[in-house]
């Protein structure tokens, strides 16, 4: 296989990170309509503000719409990438730290693995945003993370690639660390309620995504 475009995550996300935002729009499909599913799901779940976790927060742009949607709510990022976590720093006016601190409102980024660093316990809310399908051999483990970080009764949402027809476009991609998997959607949602599980076409089947919203059994 050709070699990763950088060498590895965070130095991919050394080179993309000052044009991220710019250029994923025409690629990373379902982002607003994953969050505006959230703001409609989580009021018949429960009529508190919610903890909510994104990881995989990038520059910050989720975060900046649930704090729309979710006003009240606690809100944390994590991110492997610290040229990200730059980018979400300057957009959000939010200082990187190495662990989150339970109970404090408002929002916080975090600089770290998911399943290692100290998030400060669980959430009611856990997002993750096209960021599990460029885990490579970690993805296990982040998928069993993200869902033991949800409370019972807690909502797991994830928007994501599904599947391409086309090798050469896999291949593409791969070389951008991303590698499709028609199989995560079902291992996020294992033993959780399903409320929301779509799949959607880009460009004409040029590659599938998926968005679901999952609910942990209280």
């Known amino acids: 296989m050709s070699k990763l475009i950088g060498s590895d995550l965070p130095g991919y996300y050394r080179i993309h990170a000052p044009i991220y935002d ?3 729009a025409w690629f990373l499909f379902g982002r607003e309509r994953i969050l505006a599913q959230l703001a409609r799901q989580w009021p018949t779940c429960a009529q508190y503000a919610p903890r909510i976790l994104e990881i995989g927060c990038g520059t910050g742009r989720n975060l900046r719409r649930l704090q729309h949607h979710f006003p009240s709510a606690r809100l944390v990022g994590i991110d492997l990438a610290e040229a990200m976590l730059e980018q979400a720093e300057d957009a959000l006016g939010a200082r990187v730290q190495q662990r989150a601190t339970p109970g ?7 600089h770290g ?6 998030l400060g316990g669980s959430f009611d809310i856990v997002l993750a945003s096209y960021m599990l399908t460029m885990t490579g051999a970690a993805q296990s483990r982040c998928v069993a993370a993200a869902r033991e970080l949800v409370v019972p009764g807690g909502l797991l949402a994830a928007v994501d690639f599904h599947a391409t027809p086309i090798p050469l476009y896999a291949r593409w991609m791969a070389r951008n660390h991303v590698h499709f998997d028609p199989g995560l959607r079902q291992r996020l949602g294992a033993d959780f309620n399903p409320l929301c599980s779509e799949r959607h076409s880009a460009y004409g089947g040029l590659w599938q995504y998926f968005l679901s919203i999952d609910q942990r059994p209280r």
């Open 22 to 24: 710019l250029t994923r």
């Open 104 to 110: 404090l409102p408002g929002l916080q980024l975090v």
């Open 113 to 118: 693995a998911l399943g290692e660093a100290d």
